[in-house]
């Protein structure tokens, strides 16, 4: 547990991307209830919302949390934290656009912004959880690790810098934790795939495959990982193939919105811009160098459209 700012200070405002599957949508809320919980007495209020696909909008959670208070004339400050594994195009332009649009709507708001979650050695923790999990289903009293290939199965990004990150979690992953070998794997937008991970570890000889899918909660990319790595396992019923389960709403998480809540508020916090490729030019991305970022139009927002960046703006390094 972070340490506790003053009971006056910033609300915190979690953001996620949204989805259609209300499984999904429930442990987000479920996680909002958690934070909340762990939170109580110290932190003056938590929402969340979503920038597209389910709501409530982001628009809707800023005017709950700050809207009234700038009414009223009093101070309009929030902690936004993206739920978001890596500085991909949510963390970076996305989020931070529909933030901006927020300040527009609301003169006055003033807000800081977290770090992505990931990569963390708390969700390397929790992965390694679900896997040990997962090998228990699979031989009573748990399989060994020391056989066991992990398939890590990202979301995907047109995003290089994003898409390293999560390869950074494979790495992570296997170091010092006994599995024979760490394989990475994206569902959409980025190679390689699941199925062509799962036939890599097939080739090194592997006859128990763990995938780990590297998502938060229920939708339609983790299903989507689920049914490809049953596909494979139908293909190549020799092989003992396990899908491992989500991070989920745990504790462990709920901590770790909380860490980058108090993080922000100690200081300047600013994403990683090394390899951002909407400021350096990397090979296959230069078209993205100067890139305006606009926000995701939520069909819940019921108060239009604003322009909030003009061309060659950076949404994503705005800190109110």
């Not at 708001?109 to 896997?131: C, F, K, Q, S």
Request: glycine fraction near 14%.
């Amino acid at each position: 547990m972070p340490a506790a700012p003053a009971p006056d200070g910033p609300a915190l405002l979690i953001i996620g991307h949204g989805t259609r599957d209300a499984t999904g949508v429930a442990q987000f809320r479920q996680l909002i209830g958690r934070v909340r919980d762990r939170s109580a007495g110290w932190l003056p209020a938590v929402d969340g919302g979503f920038i597209e696909l389910a709501a409530p909008p982001v628009g809707e959670v800023v005017t709950r949390l700050a809207g009234t208070r700038l009414a009223d004339g009093g101070p309009g400050e929030l902690v936004a934290v993206p739920l978001v594994l890596s500085a991909a195009g949510h963390g970076k332009g996305d989020i931070p656009a529909a933030l901006a649009r927020e300040q527009v709507r609301h003169p006055g708001l003033r807000y800081r912004y977290g770090r992505p979650l990931g990569p963390h050695p708390v969700l390397l923790d929790v992965l390694e959880a679900r896997i040990d999990a997962a090998l228990a289903e699979q031989t009573p009293g748990g399989a060994p690790r020391a056989g066991t290939h992990i398939v890590l199965a990202g979301r995907g990004s047109t995003d290089p810098d994003g898409n390293a990150e999560v390869a950074k979690v494979a790495r992570l992953l296997w170091e010092g934790r006994g599995y024979a070998d760490v394989g990475l794997s994206f569902i959409s937008l980025a190679e390689p795939s699941v199925p062509a991970a799962l036939e890599r570890a097939r080739r090194l000889g592997a006859e128990r495959i763990v995938v780990a899918p590297y998502f938060l909660f229920a939708g339609v990319l983790p299903d989507r990982v689920t049914a490809q790595a049953g596909a494979f396992a139908e293909q190549h019923p020799g092989i003992g193939v396990q899908v491992a389960g989500l991070i989920g709403a745990c504790d462990e998480l709920a901590g770790l919105v909380l860490e980058r809540y108090a993080e922000a508020l100690r200081g300047d916090i600013r994403m990683n811009c090394d390899t951002c490729a909407y400021r350096i030019a990397m090979p296959g991305f230069a078209d993205k160098v100067g890139q305006p970022q606009t926000p995701h139009h939520h069909p819940h927002d019921l108060a239009g459209e604003l322009s909030v960046h003009g061309p060659g703006q950076h949404a994503h390094h705005a800190s109110g």
